[in-house]
């Protein structure tokens, strides 16, 4: 099958799927809230339809693959995305600066795992130590912006 | 106002501006404007809002030089991050994005940011000089348009989708179309009604623009970046002769776009509430379509940088036309200045000539200024802001994220902002994966609560009137837009079967 019927398969279902509901939800609305939701969820589920049709039309025609026709991402990505989620929710509980400085730590050792010896570990420490004090002088200090704390800063 | 009155003011204000404080507050401002445009999150408005305490104790006219400078320098700064990390720095700056980031991919960073930075200088200087010379006039035609016209103008800067995305326009569509409905999460902007909130009241206020966009640009870029496993984004190489290469293209084969973009950026930051977003995207559109070889653009082509700056800055001095004639801000930023303005007991209008003239010439004459030192000032940042390219991925990703995530709170102090420029990001990332481009999603983002105001009260309009050709179709400037709209839809098609024509009779001739 042709590589490049997989994504098309994916933004038509996905498309279809989220204009679908979001066509169900404005027809429940009451006019004027519905009138332009309406409009451009229909056409939504109008552009994911003629996708899927000429994704199924050109399932036949030979392409030869390259890298980039996969859907899923890396293993790495999923653990970034995970580790930004965990990074976020973590905010709340323990402040912004010090779940950066751990967000950091963390993640380059995913990105780099060679880098966990002694004298590299040291330099992401400070690198990490320099990027959030410039993030404070800027935004604590200077905007004065309400960072959110937790049990730490 | 006599001729020659507007003159002495505009030369006593060019003096007021070459005082040696006035020169110390541009430079001062314009550093600060492209340090804060640089970072995601922090807008040209945000930095102009922090800063109008502060001119509280100056004089007018020195506050608003510093104002001026700010906003300039922040617009610029905003190209900066997205020629470098493809993570626009203002949301005005989507647009150079597509091309500059491809550049700094090629090694040619320091030549990518040198065409923004000259762009915008010359978008800025078209932009203050229509200001300097037609603002009373030009803020009496910005009023005669209404909101069908607006519609309208916002159907066309749909119409730049097709350049958007190349070889797939139907998934552009699909883009803009997704990123045009989440724009109407929330309340409903006419009765107040919730939508598509699915009964939590995180998303009562919405998706606010800025978050959407850190999401969309810089979470999914992380992710791209992760997707890479490069050491570094692109090696940082210097530029032999860089000056006289950049000056020469963009004054030989740039110079149609660069006027072309900075006049769209003039015309489109006289209307209130379009503002850079819009322009750049707009003369994005137009650049590519106009082009000889359209093909070109998104692989790192100086054109595509040329259109966005030189449009995004122009729109600067365009905005100030209905404030400063009629007392109508053209965008954010703008409002902020007349607030400073407002402060200081002067009211903006069609009466500010007459009763602070030297004030209002002073500050059109420091942005003029402005752009000129921001030639110079923006050169000797330039290689310090391309040593970012040094920086390895594994630190620079945490340390993107954490910027996404700082620049996306600190828009209202809100947690809600971070879950939903996570939200953005993840969906952009798939949908980048399944082919449908960040660019159609933003545009679509940016356009959909001002298409969707212009719609509803067109709609109220028509009820009012009962006549829908009378208020969507048969207005002078609708017709104009309208007829723009199929235009620029049309072209690339009849241009294309064009030179397929073309090309055949060669082979033709060439066969017999």
């Known amino acids: ?153 | 106002m006599p001729e020659i009155s507007i003159i002495s003011l505009a030369v006593n204000g060019l003096w007021n501006v070459l005082s040696p404080y006035g020169l110390l507050l541009c430079t001062f401002g314009i550093s600060l404007g492209i340090v804060v445009g640089a970072l995601p999150g922090l807008s040209s408005t945000m930095a102009c809002a922090l800063l109008v305490p502060m001119t509280f104790s100056m004089q007018p006219s020195t506050g608003l030089i510093l104002l001026g400078a700010i906003w300039c320098g922040a617009i610029y700064g905003g190209s900066n991050a997205a020629i470098l990390l493809n993570i626009p720095g203002t949301p005005s700056s989507i647009a150079t994005a597509f091309d500059g980031y491809p550049m700094t991919r090629k090694g040619q960073s320091e030549r990518a940011l040198f065409i923004g930075l000259v762009s915008s200088v010359v978008g800025g200087i078209v932009g203050v000089l229509v200001l300097l010379s037609a603002f009373a006039p030009l803020a009496a035609l910005s009023v005669k348009f209404g909101k069908p016209e607006f519609f309208w103008l916002c159907i066309f800067g749909l119409s730049t989708i097709a350049a958007l995305s190349p070889g797939n326009a139907i998934k552009g569509l699909l883009g803009a179309s997704i990123g045009l409905l989440l724009g109407t999460i929330g309340l409903d902007p006419i009765i107040g009604i919730p939508r598509f909130t699915f009964g939590t009241e995180m998303l009562i206020e919405g998706i606010q623009l800025v978050p959407g966009l850190i999401g969309i640009f810089a979470f999914a870029q992380v992710l791209e970046l992760t997707e890479q496993k490069s050491v570094v984004i692109a090696e940082y190489k210097t530029t032999p002769n860089l000056i006289r290469n950049v000056f020469g293209e963009l004054f030989s084969t740039c110079k149609a776009n660069l006027l072309r973009s900075s006049i769209i950026g003039t015309f489109i930051g006289m209307l209130p509430g379009a503002g850079g977003p819009v322009a750049s995207l707009v003369a994005y559109g137009e650049a590519k379509r106009w082009d000889k070889d359209p093909k070109r653009f998104g692989s790192g082509v100086s054109d595509g940088i040329v259109a966005s700056e030189s449009a995004n800055n122009a729109v600067i001095g365009a905005s100030l036309v209905p404030m400063m004639g009629l007392g109508i801000p053209g965008c954010p930023t703008a409002a902020v200045v007349m607030s400073g303005l407002l402060v200081h007991g002067i009211l903006p209008g069609s009466k500010m000539l007459l009763e602070s003239g030297d004030i209002a010439y002073t500050f059109i004459m420091s942005l003029l200024l402005v752009n000129i030192l921001m030639l110079f000032i923006g050169y000797g940042m330039l290689r310090l802001s391309a040593n970012l390219l040094r920086v390895p991925t594994r630190l620079l990703i945490p340390m993107v994220l954490i910027m996404a995530v700082i620049g996306s709170y600190t828009l209202r102090s809100s947690m809600v902002d971070v879950y939903v420029m996570l939200g953005c990001g993840i969906l952009s990332f798939f949908l980048g994966r399944a082919g449908v481009g960040a660019g159609p999603l933003s545009l679509g983002l940016v356009l959909g609560p001002l298409t969707e105001d212009a719609f509803n009260i067109s709609l109220t309009f028509m009820q009012a009137k009962n006549s829908f050709l009378e208020v969507f179709i048969t207005r002078p400037l609708c017709i104009f837009f309208i007829l723009l709209t199929i235009t620029s839809l049309c072209l690339p098609v009849l241009l294309d079967r064009r030179k397929r024509k073309k090309l055949l009779l060669n082979r033709k001739r060439k066969v017999l």
Not at chain 1, 14 to 31: C, K, R
Not at chain 1, 57 to 81: A, C, F, M, Q
Not at chain 1, 132 to 145: G, M, Q, R
Request: with cysteine; charged share 10%; aromatic share 16%.
């Open chain 1, 1 to 153: 099958m042709n590589p490049s019927v997989n994504k098309d398969l994916f933004a038509g279902i996905f498309g279809l799927a989220f204009g679908g509901l979001l066509l169900y939800e404005s027809i429940q609305l009451s006019y004027p809230s519905k009138a332009f939701p309406l409009l451009i969820s229909s056409s939504t589920v109008v552009f994911s339809l003629l996708i899927l049709i000429f994704s199924v039309l050109k399932r036949n025609v030979k392409v030869v693959p390259s890298e980039n026709d996969g859907i899923l991402p890396s293993r790495l990505t999923i653990y970034i995305i995970i580790s930004a989620i965990i990074y976020i929710l973590l905010i709340d509980l323990l402040g912004f600066y010090s779940s950066s400085f751990f967000c950091i730590i963390f993640v380059s050792s995913i990105l780099s795992p060679n880098h966990l010896k002694i004298k590299p570990f040291i330099f992401t420490c400070l690198s990490s130590f320099i990027f959030l004090f410039f993030v404070y002088i800027i935004f604590s200090f200077w905007i004065k912006t309400s960072i959110p704390d937790g049990i730490l800063i």
